[in-house]
C-alpha cells in the first residue's frame, strides 16, 4: 500500500482539517464531563455496566466490549436493543447502568430501550450527538454528553475511566496525555497519506460493482476492528451505496466462509494492532493462495507520531476508519450516489 | 408453504427415519449423565460458566447463550474459541468452567482453547462426537461425553439444568418428559412434511444460483434462529455448496442491510417462537413491499405434536434445522456437488 500523495483524481475530497481536528480534540476535552458523570456512578454503585446499540452503535458498543473483555474484570457487558427489547437480560438489573449513544437522538430501538430501563429503575448514561433531541430529554437520562460524532472514543475514553478506577489501567494519564496531544494530528495525518489510494481503490471498486452488481464485496476483521468491518459493509457501504457485503471476524472466516473466496472475489482485510492481531495475520497469510482482487489496510502501515507502541491497537478502529472515509468519499463522487439517500429506512412503516 | 408430501422429486431423499429416531432420544438420554456432571461442577462451586466454540460451535454456543440470557442470572456466557486464545476474557477464571462441543474432537482452535484453559487450572465439560479423538483424552478435560450430533440438544440440556438448580426452571421435570416422549416424533414429521416442499425450495435456489452465481443468498433470524441462520448460512451453503450468503440478524436487518434488498434478492427468514419472534415478524411485514424472491420458514406451521405452547421456543432452532436438512439433500443432488468436498479446509497450511 503506497500512501504517498499524488494529484491524480480529486485531492482530499470533503476533507475539512480543522474541522477535523477540532471535532476529535473537543471529543477528547470530554473526558473532564466523562469521569465526574463515572466518579458519580462508581459511589452509587452499581451491579453491571452494559454498553448497548443498534446497528452502527451496536458496532461502537462491540468494539468497547472486546477492549475491555481481555483486561477488565468489572461486569461489563454488551448487549443490543433490539435483543434486550424481547429477550432481555436477567444480568441487567435496576443497579445496572447503560451506557449508550445515538447520532439521531430519536432511533425508534434506543427510545423504547431508554424507556424500558428508566421503568426498571436503572441509570442511564447517553451520549447523544443532535441537541434538542428527544433521547436528550431530562426523563430519559441521569447522565447526558451532548456532542457530535466521535461515538467510538468517548465509549474508550468512558471505558479507560472505569478500568483506571478499578485499578486495571495504570498508565491512565499517560495514554490521555498522549492521545490528547497526538491523536487528531495522526488521524488527520492518515487521512492525507490515504487520499490518492482511497481514491484508486473507490475507482476500483466502482469498476467492480458497475461489472459486478450483485458480487458482495467482503470485510474482514477482528479485535475492535470487527466491529469496523461489520459496520462498514452494513452502515456505509450497504445502507449508503447500496453495494451488497459481507463482513466475518478473521477467527471465523476459516470455518466457513473461506471457501467461497476465489480469485476474483474482492476482499478488504483490516489488520489493527490489538491482541487479535495474529488472527488477521492469519487471513492475510491465506488470501494469496486463492485471491487476486484482495486488499490489506494495515495500521502498522501508519507512523501515528506521538502514539506508544502499546497504546496503538486501541486506536486501530479509529486509524481504519480515517482510511475508509476517504475511500467513501470518492465512492460516493463516482457511483454519483449521495450517501445521504434512503431507499427504505424511514421512508415508510414497516 | 404447503407442507404436504408429493411424490413429486426425489422423496425423502437420505432420511432414516429410524436412525434419526434413535439419534434424538439417545441425545435426550444423556440427560442423566449431563445431570451428574452438573451436579459435581455444582458441588464444586464457580465463577461463571462459558460455551465456547468456532464456526458451527460457536454458533450453538450463541444459541444456548441467548436462550440462557433472559432467564438465568446465573454467571453463564459466551466466546469465541479464537478469539479467546488471543485477546482472553477476565471473566474466565481458574474457578471458571468451559463448557465446549466438537465434532472431530481435533479443530485446531478447539485443542489450543483446551490447553489454555487446563493450563489456568480451569475445569473442562467436553461434548465430543468422535470417540477416540484428540480432545477425549483424559488430560483433556474434566468432564466427557461422547456421543454423536444433536450438539444443541446437548447445550440445552446442560442449559436447562443449570437453570433447574438455581431455581429459575421449575417446569423442568414436566419439560423433559414432554422433549423425552414427543420430541423425536415431532422432528421426523416436520422433516417429512418439509421434504416436498425442501425438494421445489432446492430447485429453485440452485436455478437462482446457476443464473446469479455471485449473488447472495441472505438468511434472517433472531433469537435462537440467529446462530441457525448464522451457522447455517456459512458452513452449509458456503462450506459445503459454494454459495455466497449473507446472515443478518433480524433486529439488526433494519439499520443498514434492507437497503440492498430489492426485487431478485433471494432471501429466507427463519421465524421462530421464542422471544424475539416480534422482530423477525417486523422482517416479515417489510419483505413483501420490497422482494419478491422470498420464503418465510415459520416454525408455527408445524404441529409439534405434544409439545406444551411454552416449551415450543426452546426447539424453534431444531425444527427449522429439520426443514433446512430436507433443502440441503436436494440440494446436494441438484447441484452434483457432494457436501463433504472442501476447497481449502485443512487441504493446506495456513
Redesign the interface.
Known sequence: MDHSITKEGPYLRNFDEEKTRESINGALALRVQIEKIIDQIWQEGFDSIFFMG???T?ASALQVE?YM?????LPAYVD????FL??????FTENSVLIYSSVSGNTK?MVELVDKVKGMGARVFAFIDTPGSLLTNEEKQDHLVVYPMNEQLKFYMTANYLMYKNGEFPEYERYNQEMETYLAEALITVEKQSDAWGYERAKKSVEFFRA?P???HYFIG??NLYGAAY?YG??YW??QM?????S?????F????????VADTPVTLFIGE??????AE?VA??LP??CENYVIIDTKDFELKGISEQFRGSISHLVIRAVNARVDTYMELLLDHPLST????RQ?E?
Not at 473483555?69 to 474484570?73: D, E, I, L
Open positions: 443498534i446497528g452502527g451496536w472486546v473483555r481481555g483486561r477488565s474484570s443490543n436493543a433490539a435483543e424481547t429477550t432481555g437480560n436477567k444480568k430501538e459486478h450483485d458480487y458482495p477482528c479485535g459496520s452494513m452502515c450497504e445502507e447500496w453495494i451488497r457485503t459481507k466475518i471476524s478473521a477467527g471465523e476459516f470455518h466457513g466462509m473461506m471457501e467461497i473466496i490489538d491482541e487479535q492481531r495474529p488472527l492469519r497469510r491465506f493462495k486463492v434512503r431507499r427504505y429506512y415508510f414497516y
